[in-house]
């Protein structure tokens, strides 16, 4: 363990989900830092790894009885080097400080790759919007603006949707924002398409991912036609994930969410994915519900006593993680490989462990990492906010052209980066590389701030 991340972890030791974060950057950046001894002088570690600011607050708000609730708001600026900062907003119980940072810090070699002069921060909060009503969701984002809007701004911090902020959230979230600021600004991104949203933004995440992973198969002269693919979550990632699998030719069997997955080895096909989508976007349903809906597919109920997820014990060729942090752990990994499949491409945020991450690298499979893979849907963002500062909107094909360029774009800089350092077919080692350089070079030029 280097001296940087022992004095990292001494300073806050709790926070286990950032130190994974720091360390699997640390381990693959460590030739650039030999090559480059000026990094070390500068101690650009140590200032990568402090956020450049930390805002958090109490957000009280009336649930629908009429009783008073009381959740933790977050806000994190990690690094704004190369633009404003940029990142998703999370709310879920399982939010805290280490599990932002961890997203914060990820963020910002993520927005690097995306070629787009974007910065990177995260947010949130541990309330929970399942199973609230539209009034007590929209309650609570009003008192999480009324805080929120002092530190944000379209030329200080962009935030956008994350795990529970969806459409609904951003509208409340935009609403308040604007009530309070007094101005109708490209403050937040995944707006509705008629007050300022983005085409493809819903989609970005999904078919960016699935345009990696046809860029990976491309450099063994494959493609995603006739692959079977694992897709994990049911949510906006996995939807689109599948639908773009569809699009390029191939097969989908699973999809989950937190209480089980459904397996169908016919396939999720447009008809039953479209039936996915009102179940989780409409009606808020679980996903069991689609062995009910077609009786071809098996349900299989989360079992935490396991430590394995049945999931990724399933035979195919390409796995899209499109769920949460760490959903894949090494023993999913061995699964994984052992069952065929040889291309893995994170919709998710890092959600394979550090155990499985050195399991798919020694193997050498294809393993797109999220900050390259999933990095389609803060691309998009960023050109929201294009498209809101010109007061324009594009066409869809413009925006998806745009989209698969910067894909494309994305995997060229992890492909020379790994090259240049002796890595090649490393994703991970190129992805930290290419996002690392541009950023603390950004910082250097900038002096001691």
Request: hydrophobic share 35%; with cysteine; proline share 4%.
């Amino acid at each position: 363990m280097s001296e940087e991340l022992n004095k990292i972890i001494a300073k806050d030791p709790d926070q286990k989900e950032f130190h994974q974060a720091v360390r699997e950057v640390l381990e693959t950046v460590q030739p650039v830092l030999d090559r480059n001894i000026e990094y070390r002088k500068a101690k650009i570690i140590e200032r990568l790894a402090e956020p450049e600011r930390v805002v958090m607050f109490r957000v009280p708000w009336m649930d629908d009885t009429g009783t008073v609730q009381v959740n933790r708001g977050y806000r994190i600026g990690m690094n704004s080097a190369i633009g404003p900062y940029k990142g998703g907003l999370r709310f879920h119980p399982s939010v805290n400080l280490s599990i932002l940072k961890f997203l914060a810090f990820e963020q910002v070699f993520k927005n690097a790759l995306t070629t787009l002069p974007i910065g990177g921060g995260k947010g949130g909060s541990d309330f929970d919007p399942k199973g609230k009503s539209d009034n007590e969701v929209m309650r609570f984002c009003q008192s999480f603006m009324s805080e929120l809007y002092r530190h944000i701004g379209p030329n200080t911090d962009v935030p956008a949707g994350d795990i529970g902020v969806g459409g609904r959230e951003i509208g409340y979230l935009f609403g308040q924002y604007k009530r309070l600021s007094n101005e109708f600004s490209s403050v937040l991104t995944g707006k509705g398409l008629d007050w300022g949203g983005s085409l493809i933004r819903p989609e970005a995440t999904g078919y960016g991912a699935v345009y990696f992973a046809a860029e990976m198969l491309a450099t063994r002269n494959g493609s995603m036609e006739g692959k079977t693919c694992l897709v994990s979550g049911s949510g906006n990632v996995a939807q689109y994930t599948v639908e773009k699998i569809l699009d390029l030719g191939g097969k989908v069997v699973t999809m989950s969410d937190s209480s089980g997955f459904i397996y169908d080895e016919t396939g999720i096909d447009r008809e039953k994915l479209a039936w996915v989508m009102e179940l989780k976007e409409v009606r808020r349903g679980r996903i069991k519900e689609y062995a009910e809906k077609y009786p071809e597919a098996v349900y299989t109920q989360t079992d935490a006593a396991l430590d394995y997820n049945p999931l990724w014990n399933i035979k195919a060729d390409c796995a899209f993680p499109s769920a949460t942090q760490n959903e894949i752990n090494s023993k999913d990994g061995r699964n994984l490989i052992e069952n065929g499949v040889f291309l893995i491409s994170e919709g998710a945020n890092m959600p394979s462990s550090p155990e499985a991450v050195d399991l798919f690298v020694d193997r050498k499979i294809l393993y797109a990492p999220g900050k390259a893979a999933n990095a389609g849907g803060v691309a998009v963002s960023g050109l929201e906010m294009s498209q809101n500062a010109v007061r324009m909107s594009w066409n869809r094909k413009k925006v998806d052209r745009r989209l698969y360029g910067i894909m494309k774009s994305i995997h060229k800089s992890c492909v020379d980066a790994c090259e240049e350092y002796g890595e090649k077919g490393n994703y991970v080692a190129g992805a930290n590389i290419a996002g690392f350089t541009k950023v603390v070079n950004a910082m250097l030029d900038q002096g001691l701030v």
